[in-house]
């Protein structure tokens, strides 16, 4: 990664050559200097610090882009935030460059795709599909199912579990929705394709769908929306038919328990890494986000993709202000299309509930250096490295077409991963700044921390140390190298951080839209 260091006492750094604001690699005390500017006051490491005047109503440039505008003058030396930047609507140019130093990703290292196929051991279905864990999974229709299902699941712990070795565990995926919902609404459509898409998921070998009975989210309906060849490992149960509570949960025992006998004779085996399908997440980011994890997650998704495998790229509102630099990689206008339609209704529904796309920096997020969505977009995008933008899909809609695609979803990660799995996703990428425990059962989640101190603290937490790229000792595609052999061996069935813990089971969350009646 090449980067325009301000070398003088202070570690600091300009993203291009055009940016009126530097990057603080460490504390700025007062009155440090650099480049001819004094520092007016102290700034946080990771926050931003004026390298000229900027006048009120100026664009403040980061990345070679507008990621706001100075609401007040801004002298040089001062700390650039919240206080003094604000967001407004304007043309975005059709820059294709995000940073400088992301523009090496758009020659991606070949050495592993020089006549080279990559490859992981994975339960290989009998559709052709293929999985990266075995799970028997119990899902709910309806919240009022959740207790029964966990109930049941609660029976195969591990003192259970080590006689079936084959079997990563027994989960119950439940949820509070299934009913107080319009039977005809995009609310219950989106939870059935959730739903459906989970049955259908290759990482589960069996699956047993609980009901109550008189819920909008019927069994019998959900499971006509299931591929019939898919159904062959499907177990049903309704707690209204099966005599209430005790009945259904000894019947579900034994239930699961002949699907987790049926898994005896199931081994990994060799398969290419076009079977992968990754989710690209971020979650607490901070400002090093955009030049560290995340366009090293890119470049291990350009990996992902040209050995033939898929990445979805998600989180709608995170990635508002940088939509033109995916809408220019659309494959066809088409699919930019898509992406800029999905971008209108997001604007639409926020000004419907009196909310503002700019909501999104968190405080976490602004207390790591991030000021405006702008900014943080322009970080989200690079997750999805430099390929072409093959599709745009709705929210757990399967992912069908190989190479990058975009799936929309609120920024809210544990609905966002929920989405991904659904539509696919076999193993989770998640880049974060600030620190996350995130897991999600049944796809492996790693993750990747875009600085060395956050890394250091949280170690039991952290898969990966993009802290690197800022340390100096290794650069974007070197890492993304290293996140794509990480993949691998994931997907192999080599344990997470989050695995370790046992995350995953409370994470599962679809997105609610719709009235609740």
């Not at 966990?150 to 003192?159: C, G, P, S």
């Not at 107080?180 to 939870?191: C, F, K, R």
């Not at 490992?233 to 099966?242: A, M």
Request: glycine share 10%.
């Amino acid at each position: 990664m090449q980067l325009n260091n301000i070398k003088d006492e202070v570690s600091t750094m300009r993203l291009h050559p055009k940016d009126n604001v530097g990057l603080a690699l460490t504390k700025i005390k007062e009155n440090c200097s650099f480049e001819n500017v004094i520092a007016q006051e102290n700034i946080p490491a990771g926050h931003k610090i004026a390298l000229v005047e900027i006048r009120i109503g100026e664009p403040v440039r980061k990345y070679n882009q507008t990621i706001g505008f100075a609401s007040q003058t801004i002298q040089a030396g001062d700390h650039v935030h919240t206080h003094n930047i604000e967001l407004r609507s304007f043309e975005r140019l059709p820059e294709t460059d995000l940073t400088n130093n992301n523009s090496a990703n758009k020659t991606v290292s070949k050495s592993l795709c020089s006549g080279e196929t990559a490859t992981f051991k994975g339960y290989l279905r009998a559709n052709g599909k293929v999985g990266t864990r075995n799970y028997v999974g119990i899902l709910s229709t309806v919240n009022c199912s959740a207790t029964v299902c966990q109930r049941i699941a609660d029976n195969f712990k591990e003192d259970i579990m080590v006689t079936f070795p084959n079997a990563d565990g027994v989960i119950a995926l439940t949820h509070d929705s299934g009913c107080g919902m319009s039977i005809e609404g995009e609310g219950l459509a989106l939870l059935q394709r959730v739903l459906t898409g989970y049955a259908e998921h290759p990482n589960f070998a069996g699956i047993l769908i609980i009901g109550l009975g008189c819920e909008v989210n019927q069994v019998s309906a959900l499971i006509k929306k299931i591929d019939p060849n898919e159904k062959h490992h499907l177990r049903t149960l309704v707690i209204q038919d099966n005599e209430g509570t005790r009945k259904t949960i000894e019947k579900g025992v034994t239930i699961v328990q002949k699907l987790l006998e049926g898994l005896k004779d199931l081994q990994r085996e060799n398969v290419s890494a076009k079977h992968l399908c990754i989710g690209l997440e971020c979650g607490g980011s901070d400002a090093y986000s955009g030049i560290s994890a995340n366009p090293a997650l890119g470049a291990a998704a350009d990996l992902v993709v040209e050995h033939g495998g898929t990445a979805i790229l998600s989180e709608t509102p995170e990635i508002y202000g940088a939509e033109h630099l995916l809408i220019q990689r659309a494959v066809t206008p088409e699919v930019g299309k898509k992406l800029m339609n999905l971008i209108h209704w997001w604007e639409n529904y926020v000004e419907i509930h009196h909310g503002s796309l700019n909501n999104n920096p968190s405080p976490g997020n602004k207390a790591g250096g991030i000021s405006t969505i702008l900014e943080k977009s322009l970080g989200a995008v690079s997750k999805g490295g430099t390929s072409k933008l093959m599709d745009v899909i709705n929210y757990a809609e399967p992912a069908k077409t190989k190479g990058l695609v975009f799936m929309d979803s609120p920024g809210y990660d544990p609905v966002s991963v929920t989405g991904q799995v659904a539509s696919g996703a076999n193993v989770v990428c998640f880049t974060t700044g600030r620190g996350s425990v995130f897991g999600c059962k049944p796809v492996p989640c790693l993750k990747l921390a875009t600085n060395s101190p956050m890394f250091n603290r949280m170690d039991e937490d952290m898969d990966i140390n993009c802290g690197e790229i800022i340390d100096g000792t290794m650069n974007v595609q070197e890492m993304g190298s290293i996140i794509f052999q990480q993949i691998l061996a994931t997907a192999s069935g080599e344990l997470t951080k989050s695995e370790e813990f046992g995350f995953g089971d409370f994470e599962f969350a679809p997105w609610k839209i719709g009235a609740v009646m």
